[in-house]
């Protein structure tokens, strides 16, 4: 899904021939960054961003309503695109996983996209290893009976927001490698020196060895605007990535 | 193979591997001796086992009217695994030690013998309505827990 997020850092991009029906060739995204540091704005926009396209409709899963829309552009107050984003909130790990056991029995259009916002809040009700791989496994699972359904040339992405973890915690740093496994494009957001009344960001998208790194400078306004600019060096260490040992990264 | 590998595709040379089985399957031959040396020095012992898992008919594809389907596996333990072939998941032991917490193996032998069982079509098959499936997904969360 690292093609979604890139239409939604590169306004204006179009799918280079064969990409825009490359399902296989768009793995599911792992979208990283500490607290505050845009995740659920991304989704949003990563949302917004594919209900704007003529396609299915976006289901976003998270745990609790959004307070507020997490950015006021156009596209964000435009009520065709919002209608067609289904927010659920599966309130534990348990009916996170009774409403991914039971996606097949529901009914109409299936999503084009699937959005999981806050990962790590499910996964702090004490998931073991394999526990939280089959969380893993059911997210692609359902993603994967999504797009069995759509008809073979168009498929149900998937971008799951997970806050990383403490560096130094080997059991988060072992959940994460194992996390890395079944989602092999990443987007790490980082921190950045912020200008005067703004939130910035640092976002580097590793597509999953297909496409090259790239990098993106996010900024938000106090009212939550969302400026984009491209870093002006393509050149990325994914230092968040330290803390884990074994680590996803070749 | 210290690096975890994606879960998400098998590497392409497992991939070329079963496809020409599933070629060799579809004329009606035999299996080359060499496609199953190949197995053999890909997966180790797993191979065996997994050959063994398939010459049982341990393997059956649970599918519902949704088209949502799962694999179950009965091991040679009398226990009974759920194994999705979407991404790799096996509710295995062995799977959470060697595949996922290690890494030194690609997948476990009830993963494989659900590939191999694809490529020689010795699946069995079942049939449930979606909500039984549902509980099928649900129950292996349960065993977990």
Same mark, same amino acid.
């Given at each position: 899904?690292?093609?979604?997020?890139?239409?939604?850092? =590169?306004?204006? #991009?179009?799918?280079?021939?064969?990409? !825009?029906?490359?399902?296989? $060739?768009?793995?599911? @995204? *792992? /979208?990283? +960054?500490?607290?505050?540091?845009?995740?659920?704005?991304?989704?949003?926009?990563?949302?917004?961003?594919?209900?704007?396209?003529?396609?299915?409709?976006?289901?976003?899963?998270?745990?609790?309503?959004?307070?507020?829309?997490?950015?006021?552009?156009?596209?964000?107050?435009?009520?065709?695109?919002?209608?067609?984003?289904?927010?659920?909130?599966?309130?534990?790990?348990? =009916?996170?996983? #009774?409403?991914?056991?039971?996606?097949? !029995?529901?009914?109409?259009? $299936?999503?084009?996209? @699937? *959005? /999981?916002? +806050?990962?790590?809040?499910?996964?702090?009700?004490?998931?073991?290893?394999?526990?939280?791989?089959?969380?893993?496994?059911?997210?692609?699972?359902?993603?994967?009976?999504?797009?069995?359904?759509?008809?073979?040339?168009?498929?149900?992405?998937?971008?799951?927001?997970?806050?990383?973890?403490?560096?130094?915690?080997?059991?988060?740093?072992?959940?994460?490698?194992?996390?890395?496994?079944?989602?092999?494009?990443?987007?790490?957001?980082?921190?950045?020196?912020?200008?005067?009344?703004?939130?910035? /960001?640092?976002?580097?998208?590793?597509?999953?060895?297909?496409?090259?790194?790239?990098?993106?400078?996010?900024?938000?306004?106090?009212?939550?605007?969302?400026?984009?600019?491209?870093?002006?060096?393509?050149?990325?260490?994914?230092?968040?990535?330290?803390?884990?040992?074994?680590?996803?990264?070749? | 193979?210290?690096?975890?590998?994606?879960?998400?595709?098998?590497?392409?040379?497992?991939?070329?591997?079963?496809?020409?089985?599933?070629?060799?399957?579809?004329?009606?031959?035999?299996?080359?001796?060499?496609?199953?040396?190949?197995?053999?020095?890909?997966?180790?012992?797993?191979?065996?086992?997994?050959?063994?898992?398939?010459?049982?008919?341990?393997?059956?594809?649970?599918?519902?009217?949704?088209?949502?389907?799962?694999?179950?596996?009965?091991?040679?333990?009398?226990?009974?695994?759920?194994?999705?072939?979407?991404?790799?998941?096996?509710?295995?032991?062995?799977?959470?030690?060697?595949?996922?917490?290690?890494?030194?193996?690609?997948?476990?032998?009830?993963?494989?013998?659900?590939?191999?069982?694809?490529?020689?079509?010795?699946?069995?098959?079942?049939?449930?309505?979606?909500?039984?499936?549902?509980?099928?997904?649900?129950?292996?969360?349960?065993?977990?827990?």
């Amino acid at each position: 899904m690292a093609e979604t997020l890139r239409r939604v850092l =590169e306004p204006g #991009r179009t799918a280079e021939p064969g990409e !825009e029906n490359a399902v296989e $060739a768009d793995p599911p @995204l *792992l /979208l990283l +960054g500490g607290p505050s540091s845009g995740k659920t704005a991304l989704l949003f926009a990563a949302a917004l961003e594919a209900a704007g396209d003529g396609r299915g409709p976006v289901l976003f899963l998270t745990r609790r309503p959004l307070q507020s829309l997490p950015n006021r552009t156009p596209a964000a107050l435009d009520p065709l695109r919002l209608q067609k984003i289904r927010f659920q909130y599966p309130p534990s790990t348990g =009916e996170l996983l #009774r409403f991914l056991c039971s996606a097949h !029995e529901t009914q109409g259009p $299936a999503p084009a996209l @699937l *959005l /999981l916002d +806050g990962l790590e809040e499910y996964l702090a009700e004490d998931l073991g290893p394999q526990e939280a791989a089959y969380l893993a496994a059911l997210l692609l699972d359902t993603a994967a009976h999504f797009s069995h359904r759509i008809g073979p040339s168009r498929g149900c992405g998937l971008i799951v927001a997970l806050q990383t973890p403490e560096e130094g915690d080997s059991g988060d740093a072992l959940q994460l490698s194992l996390l890395q496994r079944y989602f092999p494009a990443q987007c790490w957001l980082q921190l950045d020196a912020p200008g005067p009344g703004q939130r910035c /960001l640092r976002a580097c998208l590793e597509p999953g060895g297909l496409g090259p790194r790239a990098e993106w400078w996010v900024a938000f306004q106090p009212d939550g605007e969302m400026t984009v600019t491209p870093w002006p060096t393509q050149a990325c260490d994914p230092s968040p990535n330290k803390g884990s040992s074994s680590g996803g990264q070749p | 193979m210290a690096v975890a590998l994606a879960a998400v595709t098998l590497p392409s040379v497992v991939e070329e591997l079963l496809s020409e089985m599933a070629a060799a399957v579809r004329e009606g031959a035999r299996i080359p001796d060499e496609h199953l040396l190949s197995l053999k020095f890909i997966f180790g012992s797993s191979a065996i086992q997994a050959l063994d898992l398939v010459d049982r008919q341990s393997i059956t594809l649970i599918s519902s009217p949704s088209g949502r389907q799962v694999y179950q596996v009965l091991g040679s333990s009398g226990k009974t695994y759920i194994c999705l072939t979407s991404c790799h998941y096996c509710s295995c032991p062995a799977f959470a030690f060697s595949v996922l917490r290690k890494s030194d193996s690609l997948l476990c032998k009830h993963l494989l013998a659900v590939y191999l069982s694809q490529v020689m079509s010795t699946c069995r098959q079942l049939s449930v309505s979606d909500n039984q499936l549902t509980e099928i997904l649900l129950m292996e969360k349960k065993q977990e827990a």
